[in-house]
């Protein structure tokens, strides 16, 4: 769960459309359809439009090894890769829920979405071997 930026001991409920700071429902204002913090309110009133402020960002580690183990899993020991491909997306999605300055959540979607076919798949092929066998 995200902290409000100005009262840790409060859940954050959404983040500032300007600076993407998470905050509780009493630190946010909305103007213009979007909701602010107390300092981004201010600029947004100052330029009359919503204003959205770049803030800096990089790649979670995570949700890149995610996506490789899912796609070197279609093609080989995708039943060993897959299973760790969902637990790294998993952990992805965690970390970038936590951090405000991680991207990487569609890789992290699409890193589960093919680990499920793809062990789906690997499972399903298993099973006929061994039914046409037996």
Known sequence: M????NHVERVAIER???CAEPFCG???VE???????GSCKVMALKGGEPIVLEHRTRPSKEADEALKFALIGIFC????????????????????????????????NAA????????????LGIVAKVSKAG
Do not use: N
Request: hydrophobic residues 50%; contains cysteine.
């Open 16 to 18: 500032c459309t300007g």
């Open 26 to 28: 009493d630190c946010l």
């Open 112 to 123: 589960t979405v093919i680990a499920v076919v793809i062990l789906t798949l690997w499972i």
């Open 31 to 37: 103007m213009h359809g979007q909701k602010y913090c």
């Open 2 to 5: 995200m902290q409000c930026k």
């Open 77 to 108: 020991f995708g039943f060993i890769l897959e299973p760790v491909a969902l637990i790294k997306a998993a952990e992805a999605r965690k970390s970038i829920k936590m951090d405000p300055e991680l991207t990487g959540a569609g890789k992290a």
